[in-house]
């Protein structure tokens, strides 16, 4: 069976069969001594960081039960997930994948689960709502767009039109549905750029957020914190990867290969976090798209330390 897939194939079924955690900070988990959970200022989870699945997305193809608890001793409390399809998350039913991350003491915060960009019938939403709610999700996010679907500005606003109207069946169950970006958002088509041009003007910020990926905002020459400036509030979720190297702005993820765990790239994900507030910013998500060497495991355990020894303190 093939594993190895690409973000755009991996998505592009995501999307398909579909029709990090809170950041609370060492001194105030000293002040407060233990969460309602037990969990002591020792324990990685005691930080709340979550981790998106894509980034195992090969053992989970292997090994769902094997591969959670693996994350769970890691040290990540909150999960971001990366299969829906058929009603179903990585195979299993909503309630019986919750109960399965419950029992080893991590929660569900989002699910990266796209819509057609030619629409959706409110019955189709209605029962992505109503699963997303059952496997206990806070967000289910758009995570990608194909290629022939981001040729016009007209294009833009008619998929952000459907998702304002996602968004408002999502709400009415408890969901909130956002965006995840890349960096070909940043691109300039027909003189505008469709994230600054359509999805933040055009996006009902009552309905929707965005989920800003730092990684790609980055590479598209983006810097986070004067967006956070612009846009106060509008960014409830962040994911946490790091990059390698330092070029000119590009507007493709085809070739792009340098990810690295948090802390071990080029990032200042300090000066970022410190402007957590002004963003909204909610969780945090810990994802590599690739981890390069074939062990995912090790990255997400050096993204975890680094995070909750050297950048979280």
């Known amino acids: 069976m ?16 579909a029709l990090g955690a809170f950041v609370i900070s060492k001194s105030d988990w000293k002040s407060l001594g233990k969460s309602a959970a037990g969990l002591t200022v020792g324990d990685p989870k005691s930080f709340g960081i979550g981790l998106q699945l894509y980034t195992i997305r090969d053992a989970m193809g292997k090994d769902v039960p094997g591969s959670l608890k693996k994350v769970s001793d890691i040290g990540f409390k909150h999960l971001e ?14 309630e019986e994948f919750k109960k399965m ?28 709502a109503d699963d997303h709610a059952k496997v206990g999700a806070k967000y289910c996010m758009q995570p990608w767009i194909e290629e022939a679907d981001r040729k016009s500005i007209a294009g833009y606003q008619k998929m952000v039109a459907e998702w304002n109207k996602v968004g408002k069946i999502m709400k009415e169950n408890g969901v909130q549905f956002g965006y995840h970006n890349h960096d070909f958002e940043f691109d300039t088509v027909e003189g505008k750029i469709p994230y600054f041009d359509v999805f933040l ?8 957020t965005m989920e800003l990926d730092l990684f790609w905002a980055t590479k598209a020459g983006i810097d986070p914190v004067g967006l956070f400036n612009k846009y106060p509030g509008r960014f409830q979720l962040f994911h946490m ?31 970022i976090l410190a402007a957590k507030k002004i963003a909204g910013m909610k969780y945090m998500i810990v994802e ?15 993204s975890i330390t680094n995070l909750t020894t050297k950048i979280l303190v």
């Open 2 to 17: 093939k594993t190895k897939q690409s973000r755009r194939d991996f998505l592009r079924l995501s999307a398909t069969g």
């Open 81 to 94: 997930l990366a299969s829906y399809e058929n009603g179903k998350f990585y195979g299993y039913a909503p």
């Open 101 to 128: 991350v419950n029992d080893l003491g991590m929660d569900i915060i989002s699910s990266h689960a796209g819509v057609n960009p030619k629409g959706v019938t409110d019955d189709e939403v209605k029962k992505m």
């Open 201 to 208: 003007p055009e996006m009902d910020k009552d309905l929707t």
């Open 241 to 271: 990867k790091d990059m390698l190297t330092k070029q000119a702005p590009i507007y493709t993820t085809n070739g792009v290969d340098d990810f690295a765990p948090v802390g071990t790239g080029l990032i200042d994900f300090k000066r």
């Open 288 to 302: 590599q798209d690739n981890a390069g060497d074939d062990k995912p495991f090790e990255a997400i355990k050096t």
